[in-house]
């Protein structure tokens, strides 16, 4: 599939229209940013990497009755995607206390939770994506209630998919971001599910595995994604 206009370009992926008005490439760089972008780095074959993890694990979803917007990966750093109109809200699922969550509550990272916390933050790069909920999304019309409801329990059902994926191979699911598009009146998984949005830890030493291992100064993050990518092979 031909690689035509560029029309998105982000701090991670751009986006480039092809001969088929519905589909778009998808093309995984190997830019890396944190910290609200104060942070910034290359993390070497990144792209590569977070591509064939994402499509792994959206061609596994899509087996288990997941809609996604993955069509196909016609090369090593693209992926061919539905065009979908992305909602501008960030779906938070957490399983284990870590990161930003540690902070606003002042808990240990690593604490267990009673129960799986969904959070939904506002799209927006200049904003620093603030956290909203349900009334924010209701007033600004960012979703209908219709689709929030949809959007919700789909996170909720990946987080249970992906939880035991992840677990069978070793790996502790902690934490992850979701983004969700429409596509023909139709709610679609989009975006990408890779270390960079995801926290995941090694289930024996609880070694990061993530790019908290970038964010942190922990080094060995090249090594970190190639080892996410042989385990969610398997």
């Not at 206009?5 to 830019?31: H, P, S």
């Not at 910034?40 to 959206?58: A, E, P, Q, T």
């Not at 870590?98 to 506002?122: D, F, P, Q, V």
Request: hydrophobic share 40%; aromatic share 8%.
């Amino acid at each position: 599939m031909k690689k035509c206009e560029k029309i998105y370009e982000g701090k991670a992926k751009a986006l480039y229209t092809t001969e088929d008005a519905d589909v778009l490439i998808q093309y995984f760089k190997d830019d890396a940013t944190a910290l609200d972008g104060k942070k910034k780095g290359i993390i070497v074959n990144k792209g590569v990497l977070n591509n064939r993890i994402s499509s792994r694990i959206f061609r596994y979803l899509e087996k288990n009755g997941v809609k996604t917007h993955f069509v196909d990966m016609p090369d090593e750093r693209d992926m061919a995607v539905k065009k979908v109109k992305i909602f501008p809200i960030e779906v938070v699922v957490r399983n284990i206390v870590a990161g930003s969550l540690s902070k606003r509550m002042g808990i240990e990272e690593g604490a267990a939770l009673k129960e799986t916390i969904l959070e939904l933050y506002y799209k927006s790069d200049p904003l620093g994506d603030p956290m909203i909920n349900e009334y924010h999304i209701r007033a600004f019309g960012l979703a209908s209630n219709a689709e929030l409801d949809i959007i919700k329990a789909e996170a909720l059902k990946i987080n249970k998919i992906l939880t035991k994926f992840f677990d069978e191979r070793g790996i502790i699911l902690v934490d992850f971001k979701l983004e969700f598009g429409s596509h023909k009146g139709e709610v679609l998984l989009a975006d990408e599910i890779t270390p960079d949005g995801c926290r995941l830890w090694d289930k024996e030493t609880r070694d990061k595995m993530d790019k908290d291992r970038f964010r942190r100064d922990l080094g060995n993050v090249e090594e970190a994604y190639q080892k996410v990518l042989e385990k969610v092979m398997r």
